[in-house]
């Protein structure tokens, strides 16, 4: 048996809060966990809608049912399987997706990547591939991938700054974890600042225009 691939078009759903014009000062790319939707993790981010600001949260490409057979649908940027080849439609997939947004907007907007989760691990390796305009990066809740190229990584994440967030009650973060995550950042040579506050694995709405302030 021998395996084969082809590369075919693909339909991606995204959406935005806030109009691309003139006046916009900030451009947020905010993707979402596993199991989530974007247009309900867009929902967290309308306290950023300012009028000079525009949100985007692209969904990964792979759904699936949360329960069964029916119900509720979820969606997930990768799993085990040919994870290779996810991780580059990814890529290429959030590429696309920020050119056309930049495309819309001013030269100077400053762009903001978040990721929530498994979406943390999505866009630290899309950044470590070293192609992406981005001026801040916000990991929240997030595991840091061990898999990224350090020696593209470590020149892609030099002098961006870098933001850590978590609950202090999250359940999939221990302090084993957490100290994990912090050596593979030294090995980059990334200094993060570092964000908690009360709650479980989740986004907090004070938290988020706290780092928004000072990151």
């Known amino acids: 048996m021998k395996e084969h691939k082809l590369t075919v078009p693909r339909t991606a759903r995204f959406y935005t809060l806030g ?4 006046a916009t000062r900030r451009l947020w790319v905010v993707c979402h966990g596993y199991g989530q939707l974007a247009r309900f993790f867009l ?7 300012d009028g000079e600001t525009v949100i985007v949260a692209p969904e990964a490409l792979s759904r699936f049912y949360l329960d ?43 762009v903001t990547v978040l990721g929530f989760s498994q979406g943390g691990a999505t866009v630290s ?17 997030a595991a840091f991938p061990e898999d990224i190229d ?42 993060p600042q570092i964000y908690t506050f009360e709650g479980g694995h989740t986004l907090h709405i004070e938290t988020l225009q706290l780092v928004n302030q000072q990151l």
């Open 125 to 141: 390796r899309w950044l470590a591939s070293g192609n992406v305009p981005v001026h801040r990066l916000i990991l929240w809740a």
């Open 150 to 191: 350090f020696a593209t990584g470590k020149e892609a994440f030099a002098n961006l700054p870098v933001a850590m967030v978590y609950g202090t009650q999250d359940e999939f973060i221990t302090p084993e974890s957490l100290s994990r995550k912090q050596e593979l950042m030294r090995q980059l040579s990334i200094s």
């Open 43 to 49: 929902r967290h981010f309308g306290v950023l809608d």
């Open 68 to 110: 069964g057979f029916s119900g509720r649908a979820g969606a997930t940027w990768m799993t085990k399987e040919d994870r290779l080849a996810e991780i580059q439609d990814q890529e290429n997939y959030l590429n696309l997706l920020l050119q056309d947004m930049l495309e819309q907007l001013p030269q100077d907007v400053q």
């Open 19 to 22: 109009t691309p014009s003139a």
